[in-house]
């Protein structure tokens, strides 16, 4: 990787980045272009070690609603989506759920839960 652009998806900014090997920078990157600080990370990371929150549904089976909105309560590796969206597409879940409740227990070994994102009682 020479050099790569990126508009930040950290804040409604958008800014439009430039990011580049460096090897005399601490974090091994020259980011140009942000804004904030969180840019710099953002960038650094984006080229590293993508990630994602998911959120999504899943079918509820006995509430008025057929869907309950989920997410996931930290990131999971950016090309785990597709594999994370069908193991989360199995999940069929029973009233009563709180916000907060876990749906899905470390998905497919991310370390990262599925949870609930509304009440349903």
Do not use: H, W
């Not at 309560?73 to 597709?82: C, T």
């Not at 969206?85 to 599925?114: A, F, H, Q, S």
């Amino acid at each position: 990787m020479n050099k790569q652009d990126l508009v930040c998806i950290v804040c409604p900014m958008g800014c439009r980045m430039t990011i580049e090997k460096d090897e005399s920078s601490q974090l091994g990157y020259k980011v140009t272009g942000n804004t904030c600080k969180r840019g710099v990370t953002y960038a650094v990371k984006e080229v590293t070690n993508p990630t994602r929150v998911i959120c999504t549904t899943v079918i509820i089976e006995d509430f008025y609603l057929k869907r309950l909105p989920v997410r996931t309560d930290g990131e999971v590796p950016k090309n785990m989506i597709f594999d994370c969206m069908m193991e989360i597409n199995k999940t069929k879940v029973k009233t009563p759920i709180n916000v907060g409740d876990i749906i899905v227990e470390d998905l497919l070994g991310t370390g990262v839960n599925v949870i609930a994102s509304r009440s349903a009682k």
